[in-house]
């Protein structure tokens, strides 16, 4: 079955440095999405991305992020100065709305845990 | 800003059928309404999708009333391995702005 992967699985960092999460969606899908889970707390949506561009994104999703597909089959997500806070599991999802009567079923990777020291 | 919210924990035991309510009041007019499970340190996995009325699939069945603003996943007979979180995902429409809310969540602890 395919999957969306993310790597790394882990990544520490110290403050103020600047991460980027990365991701493989499904091969075939068309829609990419980030969310992040603060230990303990629910999933929360960041930023959606549709035709390389955001079509979506919530108000976490400040000038600190970004997101770039920079080939045809990776998806980013950067942070550029990271803070004590941004310490949270980063997932990545990808979706198909096409698939027929099914829209937009979001499948989710496993998720990178970022540690910010 | 209304929430989109769930009950905390529910505890059952193994056979039984167990139903998670999801409170959605905000749920954008075309968008339909996800259910996920999730184990410690694994992202959520796709269990069922509705739009209205009621959805069966091989492990669940969800149930939509006619204004949408909330849902409810039915699991038929719960084995320990259901021990998991249960998160519904809506989209909601607020102010001009679209995005994806996770509900806040349900512990279901399964016994033997």
């Known amino acids: 079955e395919p999957e969306v992967t993310q790597t790394p699985s882990h990544q520490v960092t110290q403050m103020g440095q600047e991460v980027i999460l990365r991701c493989v969606p499904i091969?075939?899908?068309?829609?990419f999405y980030w969310y992040r889970q603060i230990l303990g707390q629910k999933v929360e949506f960041l930023v959606s991305f549709y035709n390389n561009e955001i079509s979506e994104k919530s108000e976490i999703f400040d000038d600190q992020f970004s997101v770039e597909r920079p080939d045809g089959s990776n998806f980013t997500l950067k942070i550029r100065s990271t803070k004590l806070e941004d310490s949270a599991m980063y997932f990545c999802a990808s979706s198909d709305p096409g698939r027929g009567v099914a829209k937009n079923i979001q499948y989710f990777g496993a998720g990178t845990r970022l540690s910010v020291l | 800003l209304a929430k989109t919210t769930q009950p905390i924990s529910m505890d059952s035991y193994e056979g039984q059928e167990v139903n998670i309510t999801c409170s959605h009041n905000n749920i954008a007019t075309n968008d339909y309404i996800t259910w996920y499970q999730q184990f410690p340190s694994q992202g959520p996995r796709f269990i069922i999708q509705g739009y209205k009325t009621k959805v069966t699939n091989e492990v669940a069945s969800l149930f939509i009333p006619a204004d949408r603003k909330s849902s409810t996943l039915s699991l038929p007979r719960v084995s320990l391995s259901d021990t998991a979180v249960y998160y519904c995902l809506v989209g909601e429409r607020t102010s001009g702005t679209y995005k994806y809310i996770f509900g806040t969540g349900t512990r279901l602890k399964v016994l033997a």
């Open positions: 091969s075939n899908h068309l829609y």
